[in-house]
Every structure is written in structure tokens, then in C-alpha cells.
């Protein structure tokens, strides 16, 4: 009886697993299709194309670390 209960427990458990994995899938896929994707407008020229050419790309390193415990 008790191999019975680990095997049909086993199976439910398997089942589950497969099932979450699924649906997180398929909720996944739908969040990504109905989400819009924003962009910043100041990157497109007047007809609605990218400017490559013109973006600014910043790059902070070894910044100082502002701790506020320090006088």
C-alpha cells in the first residue's frame, strides 16, 4: 500500500510540475505579446526611424561610494 501512495504521489507530483511549467510558459508568451515596448522619442529622426549616429551612451565607473554614516 505504501509503494501505491509514493507512486501515485510521485505522479501528481510530476503532473504538477509539468502543468506550472506550461502555464508560466504560456503566460509568459502572453504578457510579452500585449506589453507595448516604449522607446524614447528624441531616437527617431521625423519619419520614424532610429538615429543610431546621434545616441549619447554614458558610462559611470569608480564612482564614489556616499555612504551617510560618514562625517
Known amino acids: 500500500m505504501l509503494a501505491a501512495v509514493i507512486c501515485l ?7 504538477t510540475v509539468g502543468l506550472s511549467v506550461v ?5 509568459r508568451q502572453y ?6 515596448i516604449y522607446s524614447h522619442p528624441e531616437c ?3 519619419n520614424g526611424n532610429q538615429l543610431p549616429d546621434e545616441i549619447i551612451a554614458f558610462r559611470f565607473e569608480g564612482g564614489q561610494h556616499l555612504d551617510e554614516f560618514d562625517d
Do not use: I, R
Not at 9 to 15: A, G, H, R
Not at 23 to 27: D, K, M, S
Open 9 to 15: 504521489s510521485v505522479l501528481c507530483l510530476v503532473l
Open 31 to 36: 504578457v510579452t505579446d500585449v506589453t507595448p
Open 44 to 46: 527617431f529622426d521625423e
Open 23 to 27: 502555464v508560466g510558459y504560456l503566460f
